[in-house]
């Protein structure tokens, strides 16, 4: 009994030990809890808004972003972020009766323009740090920190900013916050323009590599052209003025490199303001819309057909009007009116006929077909470097029967995006070489020294050389006597194609008979081609949807602007370089001014004196009139008609001979 009483105090013993341990262990957290709230609160309080400090005020300047003409599309500008210790606002209050913190944020909402009664419930916090506003201007928080009310404090950043507006909004993307690219190029390069990349530059006077490293943002300059851009955005205002389109979008290229030289789409946004917009609104559609692309695509099955030998321009083909594929009827744009009976395959590709084409695709064969989809690039990304890119949609080689393979080659079933179909059509365009595509020209450090410096790639070989010079012509004659008229340009050889493709209906899962995706594709001059331009105009309001009609004039516009600002010759006797050309004589300037024959009228002009001027000095001067031209001849202006002084209508034919080596 005695033992049992023993062993029973031993536990009790050990019982009471873990409890005391216990209770100590508790009176030190409380403790220690006591005195880093309350005995010590002040010192902590301090050494958290030193710790804030440190961490605002160590910002970093984001590089800009420039286009090939060196003007700023995207730079970071000092700024403040203002941030509020409701507590000390409260004590200051104390110390001033006068004053409230109604007043207070009456007073900062003015000058932030923003929601006072926000700012009030911010101060109104038992907090000792709340954000009142992120990435504030300078002046703005300069007036604020005018108004001297302790608790309100200022914190060093950078604001990133657009001085073009939306004008190159989708294609730059956006900086959140944090300072960090999240869409667009601003993503796409976020290391380069945050400085986290290093680069070496191989040294012109040595064989060693010198290292450059940045703390602050490398500066990218890309191969935009903003006066190209300006004619695109100007035609896609144009187009939504016009037609109310759902979706609409235009791609310029550089057919012979790859180099993105301006896009643009709508809807679109500004990303000064990219809070108040939505995903969808800040798509770049040139690379993310995918969509049936009609008879464009046309050219890619004439690429491979002529490529194979298993047609050529004059091959004929039987086209009533319809064609019986499977349980379907194929028809032509203009089946209702016209029966053609025997066409050449060139004479199929002018008037944009379903029924040639289907049956050029049953000659390809899904195989060989499917060969030349992929070498083209269609079903894959281009890889182009801008964020955001879809890859389009080839139906399964093995789910391809009859029918798919009609349809496909006219431009229906596979999906797309504007830029996989540009690319491979730009190979069309310069001789038969796949490009990759690209946007990005060099990149430099703060100095203005280059690190980098992109170059074109060729991914490889598609066509022949005389593939391409045939397809080329026949593209000519589309524009020139065919459905692709409305881009023809006095002078200039304008290859192109145009698209009307008919869009799934999701109620019915069936092809829409009134809704439509129209289109038009060019390239110019034909045999030297300096841009390649694809407007793609998604569910337009018009009398006659047509690619040609809607599409077409907004490509010629863009064409013939880029000819006229590169000074592109309008016909094979004229040098490129408007530079080296040398008077034969000299240009009296003390020569009497040519006046008008009489005052013009509305809509009308007086022809201006082009004797002596350039191709590019004529060209710029009818142009600002409004006027149009056809220019014969190389070197200086010696002959025109109508001559100087002549009252002529807007938008009449200017015909001027240029003579001189």
């Keep these: 009994m005695k033992n049992k009483d023993k062993n029973k105090d031993k536990y009790f013993a050990r019982e009471w030990f873990i409890y005391i341990g216990l209770i100590v262990v508790c009176i030190l957290i409380f403790g220690k809890l006591f005195y880093l709230q309350i005995l010590n609160a002040s010192e902590l309080k301090a050494r958290a808004t030193t710790f804030r400090g440190v961490s605002?005020?160590?910002?970093?300047?984001?590089?800009?972003?420039?286009?090939?003409?060196?003007?700023?599309?995207?730079?970071?500008?000092?700024?403040?972020?203002?941030?509020?210790?409701p507590k000390t606002v409260t004590k200051f209050l104390e110390k001033n009766e006068s004053l409230t913190k109604q007043q207070i944020a009456d007073s900062i909402a003015g000058i932030l323009e923003s929601d006072s009664q926000e700012i009030l419930d911010l101060l109104e916090k038992d907090l000792s740090w709340v954000s009142i506003e992120r990435q504030v201007d300078l002046d703005k928080a300069n007036q604020i920190a005018d108004l001297d009310i302790e608790g309100i404090g200022f914190t060093n950043t950078f604001k990133r900013v657009y001085p073009t507006g939306q004008l190159t909004s989708p294609i730059l993307g956006i900086v959140n916050m944090a300072g960090d690219g999240v869409e667009g190029i601003e993503y796409y390069y976020n290391n380069e323009l945050m400085g986290q990349k290093s680069y070496q530059l191989q040294l012109n006077d040595s064989s060693e590599n010198q290292q450059f490293d940045s703390r602050t943002g490398y500066n990218l300059t890309l191969s935009l052209d903003s006066t190209i851009q300006h004619l695109v955005e100007q035609e896609l205002d144009k187009i939504v003025e016009n037609t109310q389109p759902k979706r609409a979008s235009i791609l310029a290229?550089?057919?012979?490199?790859?180099?993105?030289l301006?896009?643009?789409?709508?809807?679109?946004?500004?990303?000064?303001?990219?809070?108040?917009?939505?995903?969808?609104?800040?798509?770049?559609?040139?690379?993310?819309?995918?969509?049936?692309?009609?008879?464009?695509?046309?050219?890619?099955?004439?690429?491979?057909a002529l490529e194979e030998n298993l047609v050529t321009p004059e091959k004929l083909f039987d086209d009533p009007g319809y064609l019986k594929v499977g349980p379907r009827t194929i028809t032509n744009w203009d089946s209702d009116r016209t029966v053609r009976g025997k066409i050449s395959f060139a004479e199929g590709m002018r008037i944009s006929s379903n029924v040639v084409l289907a049956q050029v695709g049953e000659i390809l064969g899904k195989d060989i077909f499917y060969t030349y989809l992929k070498s083209f690039g269609f079903g894959s990304r281009t890889r182009v470097d801008i964020a955001g890119e879809e890859q389009g949609l080839l139906i399964d080689n093995s789910r391809v029967k009859e029918l798919e393979l009609a349809t496909m080659s006219f431009g229906q079933a596979n999906l797309v995006t504007p830029?996989?179909?540009?690319?491979?059509?730009?190979?069309?365009?310069?001789g038969g070489t796949l490009y990759q595509p690209y946007i990005l020209d060099s990149i430099s450090n703060k100095d203005g020294t280059v690190l980098y410096k992109n170059e074109p790639r060729a991914i490889r070989e598609v066509l022949s050389k005389s593939?391409?010079?045939?397809?080329?012509?026949?593209?000519?004659?589309?524009?020139?006597?065919?459905?692709?008229?409305?881009?023809?340009?006095?002078?200039?050889?304008?290859?192109?194609?145009?698209?009307?493709a008919q869009k799934i209906d999701p109620t019915t899962s069936m092809y829409s008979e009134t809704d439509l995706i129209v289109s038009f594709v060019a390239y110019a001059p034909a045999d030297n081609p300096k841009i390649a331009v694809?407007?793609?105009?998604?569910?337009?309001?018009?009398e006659i949807i047509q690619g040609g009609t809607l599409a077409g004039p907004s490509a010629k516009q863009i064409i013939e602007g880029t000819l006229q600002y590169y000074g592109i010759p309008v016909n094979t006797g004229t040098p490129s370089n408007l530079e080296e050309l040398t008077p034969q004589d000299p240009v009296d300037e003390n020569s009497e001014p040519i006046l008008p024959n009489k005052q013009p009228g509305k809509g009308e002009v007086s022809v201006p004196d082009l004797t002596g001027l350039t191709i590019r000095q004529a060209g710029e001067q009818l142009g600002e009139l409004e006027l149009r031209y056809k220019f014969t001849g190389s070197g200086l202006a010696s002959q025109q008609f109508p001559e100087a002084g002549q009252i002529v209508n807007k938008g009449d034919y200017i015909e001027v001979v240029f003579s001189g080596e």
């Design 56 to 85: 605002h005020n160590l910002p970093y300047e984001r590089g800009m972003i420039l286009d090939n003409q060196e003007n700023i599309l995207a730079k970071s500008v000092a700024a403040k972020d203002i941030y509020a210790d």
């Design 253 to 260: 290229m550089d057919p012979m490199s790859g180099k993105i």
């Design 262 to 304: 301006a896009m643009g789409s709508r809807p679109t946004f500004d990303s000064n303001n990219y809070l108040n917009t939505n995903a969808e609104q800040r798509k770049n559609l040139n690379i993310s819309m995918i969509y049936e692309p009609g008879s464009t695509f046309k050219i890619i099955t004439a690429a491979a």
């Design 419 to 430: 830029i996989q179909l540009l690319t491979a059509i730009s190979a069309v365009a310069n």
């Design 467 to 500: 593939t391409s010079k045939t397809l080329s012509d026949i593209l000519v004659d589309v524009v020139d006597k065919g459905t692709g008229s409305r881009a023809k340009i006095p002078g200039i050889k304008v290859a192109g194609k145009t698209g009307t």
């Design 534 to 542: 694809l407007v793609v105009i998604d569910t337009p309001q018009a």
